[in-house]
């Protein structure tokens, strides 16, 4: 009985770290998107049209990246 109880508790434990990476991971990507946003808008007219034929503005590469929703798909992935 005390090792499930353990065992309950390292699982609860590893779920509570999982959720807050992800809630952190998600918090880094809204930080860099507003933070290219905010690069892109001081930007004068040429400077835009010049970093425009490099790269596309108001993309961010990782909007298209499917994350996982829990430790079961993590682990898959």
């Keep these: 009985l005390?090792?499930?109880?353990?065992?309950?508790?390292?699982?609860?434990?590893?779920?509570?770290?999982?959720?807050?990476?992800?809630?952190?991971?998600?918090?880094?990507?809204?930080?860099?998107?507003?933070?290219?946003?905010?690069?892109?808008?001081?930007l004068l007219p040429e400077e835009r049209r010049q970093l425009s034929k490099i790269f596309p503005l108001s993309f961010c590469n990782s909007d298209y990246i499917e994350a996982p929703a829990g430790k079961d798909e993590s682990q898959k992935s």
């Design 2 to 42: 005390v090792s499930l109880l353990v065992n309950q508790g390292r699982a609860s434990d590893n779920q509570r770290l999982f959720n807050n990476a992800v809630i952190r991971v998600q918090h880094l990507h809204q930080l860099a998107a507003k933070m290219i946003n905010d690069f892109e808008d001081s």
